[in-house]
């Protein structure tokens, strides 16, 4: 069974910095796409960036040069560098991997993490 952990979340005043970590275990072969989403109180899910195995980025307007998103694949995990945070990027912040492709042959679509909550806040 493929799982994903994430960590790294917490308070930080605005203006400061936050790294969050996503690690996938499991009898893991490859990984496309590892990405973040986020979900602030009393709105949808959204996108926040993904990287997929080849190095492809993307951004949602609202974190792009703020953001960077990077991914270490021999230890498949993906990291979220968070900088010049507003209070607006409060939220709970989910990692998303898929598809996966166990060593068994056996294929994920997507797997999601619990989430971290990130507090932007004075």
Known sequence: QVQLVESGGGLVQPGGSLRLSCAASGSIFTISAMGWYRQA???QRELVATI?????K???DSVKGRFTISRDNAENTVYLHMNSL???DTAVYYCNAGPIMTTVGYRYLEVWGPGTLVT???
């Open 41 to 43: 109180p009393g709105k």
């Open 86 to 88: 507003k209070p607006e």
């Open 58 to 60: 993307t951004f949602a």
């Open 120 to 122: 932007v806040s004075s």
């Open 52 to 56: 997929t195995s080849g190095g492809r």
